[in-house]
């Protein structure tokens, strides 16, 4: 009897352990016939990608102009304007012998 109980037991316990996968797999939802469709869904997303670009880009950019201003145009200042004087300087001689030469 023992013998038999045991079986039993050993029985259900592999049906349980063959069954309780297959129990536990159920179908796929049914989307709504409203639902967005794949392409839908990633034109979607792409535009949520291309949004956050932009906000890093935009950030990005703040931090260099920030930066730009901060460090580098100080520096650069001093010779932009002697290149400004010289290019106004070397204009005006040159103006100055065309004249000379055409009167």
């Known amino acids: 009897m023992r013998k038999k109980a045991a ?3 050993f029985c259900a316990l592999l049906l349980m352990q063959a069954c309780g996968p297959l129990a536990a797999q159920t179908p796929a939802p049914v989307p709504p016939p409203d639902a967005p469709g794949l392409l839908q869904r990633l034109r979607d997303r792409a535009r949520d990608v291309q949004q956050k670009v932009y906000d890093i880009g935009g950030t990005a950019m ?3 102009d920030a930066y730009y201003e901060e460090h580098i145009q100080p520096v650069t ?3 932009t304007e002697w290149a400004s004087n010289l290019k106004t ?7 100055t012998t065309v004249d000379s030469y055409v009167s």
């Open 77 to 79: 200042a001093g010779y």
């Open 62 to 64: 703040a931090l260099a």
């Open 7 to 9: 079986v039993a037991a």
């Open 89 to 95: 300087s070397m204009w005006t001689r040159i103006k």
